[in-house]
């Protein structure tokens, strides 16, 4: 949890501690990507989306290759411009996702972790019109 010893394995996990004392994996260390020249670490991203009420899961990632931009995965029944709005209370501009898109649940594979190849062929559709900026 932070307190690295000469000698000791530190995993690449990242987690918190929860109100009972557990432990909640929130992500991976080293999932940091550049947008518009800042670094932006997905896992940070992904569970402040969780943090949101009524956010049972969330996924974040980079699409587009010559201007990458940030795309979230929620299993939520909330509206996406709703969590943006909320989200912008609590991160940088710059850090919230451009691409929104809402399923029921994230797909998981046969052990049991996200399916990140099936969220990244998500990635692909049209996102959710209520969570695109508007042009001004």
Do not use: Y
């Amino acid at each position: 949890l932070g307190n690295r010893q000469p000698g000791v394995w530190s995993p690449p996990d990242r987690v918190e501690r929860d109100a009972r004392g557990g432990l909640t994996l929130i992500g991976r260390r080293g999932a940091t990507v550049k947008i518009a020249g800042r670094r932006v670490n997905l896992a940070e991203i992904a569970a402040r989306l969780r943090r949101l009420a009524g956010v049972r899961d969330a996924w974040v990632a980079t699409t587009g290759s010559a201007e990458p931009l940030l795309a979230a995965v929620l299993a939520t029944e909330r509206s996406p411009a709703d969590l943006r709005a909320e989200l912008q209370a609590d991160v940088a501009a710059w850090k919230i996702p451009k691409r929104w898109f809402v399923v029921p649940e994230l797909p998981l594979t046969a052990r049991g972790k996200i399916d990140t190849a099936a969220l990244r062929a998500r990635l692909v559709e049209p996102p959710d019109r209520s969570a695109t900026p508007k042009s001004k």
